[in-house]
């Protein structure tokens, strides 16, 4: 069972806007930086978001990310069918010394 | 471009080693402002995180794999590896190799990955 737990799914239409939630404790979300990764069917994870809200360079303003206290949301705009993938936020705790993912979401848009 | 390259066997025994290797290009491992990591995906699954690694040597490792889990870092070839010992089935995944700044949690370059399967 993930430390930091997501949905298993969200939808929504071409379009609309969805957010995605990751919840956490303070050793992990509450007191590090939060990533979040888009993973297309039979890619790798792509960096979408760091620092929690910053976007690299090539990632549409669509996508955006907040957090406060011990969870963190991802949010995406103006949908597309090719935003059809899975996500996963990321976070490092400090009570393991580790680092951690959630257990991802599949964002389908309908 | 920075890119990530896993290599090792598709195939490994139970209760045998997974040895798999990460090499470097366009970057170099001798950074001191990065981690180098390995995260892996059980088919159908999540991504797992397994561990880091400075330049210098310095590691961390998930507390469930640090018993069987090895990484470590090859300069003189810009590549880092892991080494699993007493391999299952639960340990079929897809490896992928990744970097990490120093300052954050963050993976902002991922290789490929590469299927390996635990069977006999």
């Known amino acids: 069972q993930p430390v930091l737990t997501q949905p298993p799914s969200v939808s929504a239409a071409p379009g609309q806007k969805v957010t995605i939630s990751c919840s956490g404790s303070s050793s992990n979300i509450g007191g590090n930086r939060v990533s979040w990764y888009q993973q297309l069917p039979g890619t790798a994870p792509k960096l979408l978001i760091y620092?929690?809200?910053k976007r690299p360079s090539g990632i549409p303003d669509r996508f955006s990310g907040s957090k406060s206290g011990t969870s963190a949301t991802l949010g995406i705009t103006g949908l597309q069918t090719g935003d059809e993938a899975d996500y996963y936020c990321g976070t490092w705790d400090r009570s393991l010394s580790a680092g951690l993912f959630g257990g991802g979401t599949k964002l389908t848009v309908l | 471009q920075l890119q990530l390259q896993e290599s090792g066997p598709g195939l490994v025994k139970p209760s045998e080693t997974l040895s798999l290797t990460c090499t470097v290009s366009g970057g170099s491992v001798s950074s001191s402002t990065y981690y180098w990591a390995w995260i892996r995906q059980p088919p159908g699954k999540g991504l797992e995180w397994i561990a880091i690694?400075?330049?210098?040597?310095?590691?961390y490792y998930d507390p469930s794999l640090k018993s069987r889990a090895t990484i470590s870092v090859d300069a003189s070839k810009d590549q880092f590896s892991l080494k699993l010992n007493s391999v299952t089935a639960a340990d079929t995944a897809v490896y992928y190799c990744?970097?990490?700044?120093?300052?954050?949690?963050?993976?902002?370059?991922w290789g490929q990955g590469t299927l390996v399967t635990v069977s006999s």
């Open positions: 690694i400075s330049y210098t040597g310095r590691t």
């Open positions: 990744a970097r990490r700044p120093f300052h954050d949690s963050t993976f902002d370059y």
């Open positions: 620092e929690n809200d």
